[in-house]
Nanobody, 126 residues
């Protein structure tokens, strides 16, 4: 059974850091691009970061540039999202998604991703 499991969320003060993990079971991630998305209460799910299957290509959206870094360890079948200098506006449920054939032009479109995890909650508050 194909499954993605996110972990690493929690509550942190503004300026703090968290590292989210996205672990796969039932399949190997090395053939899949991975996207991180987030959804704040009352808002639509939005793309945050993307990494290609090889790890050679990464993107982050402007609002997190310089603060968030995506990486992958295919040997561990896991993708990470390092989040530094967290702000209250980063508060959301964070999801990872996997797809073998996502077009780069569609990387921020949730409906184009095949597999999703259940999400991990991140709360940034003093």
């Amino acid at each position: 059974q194909v499954q993605l499991v996110e972990s690493g969320g929690g509550m942190v003060q503004p300026g703090g850091s968290l590292r989210l993990s996205c672990a796969a079971s039932g399949f190997t991630l090395d053939s899949y691009a991975i996207g991180w998305f987030r959804q704040a209460p009352g808002k639509e799910r939005e793309g945050v970061s993307y990494i290609s299957s090889s790890g050679d290509t990464t993107y982050v959206v402007e609002s997190v540039k310089g603060r968030f870094t995506i990486s992958r360890d295919n040997a561990k079948n896991t993708v990470y999202l390092q989040m530094n200098s967290l702000k209250p506006e980063d508060t959301a449920v964070y999801y990872c998604a996997a797809d073998r054939n996502i077009l780069l032009s569609r990387r921020w479109v949730p409906s184009h991703w095949d597999y999703w995890g259940q999400g991990t909650r991140v709360t940034v508050s003093s």
